[in-house]
């Protein structure tokens, strides 16, 4: 899918402790995804996790990736 963003897993500098998964559109927005604990569950949530999660916001809004 073209619109499919690009996920990295990095220290949550908001709250200075834990994980993060920073999400960037192809529109240039980006979201935050919080509450890991560590990288691995960053990136394990990245791996296992994130085509179902970009499937469930499209299936809510077909538009999504573009108001991102």
């Not at 994980?19 to 919080?34: A, M, N, P, Q, Y």
């Not at 469930?56 to 538009?63: A, G, S, Y």
Request: hydrophobic fraction near 35%.
């Amino acid at each position: 899918m073209s619109d499919d963003p690009r996920f990295e897993a990095r220290p949550n500098s908001q709250l200075g402790q834990g994980w993060c998964v920073h999400v960037f559109w192809r529109s240039g927005k980006s979201e935050l995804i919080t509450g890991f604990i560590n990288q691995y569950q960053a990136l394990e949530w990245i791996k296992q996790k994130s085509a179902n999660w970009i499937a469930d916001k499209i299936m809510q809004d077909p538009d999504y990736p573009n108001r991102r």
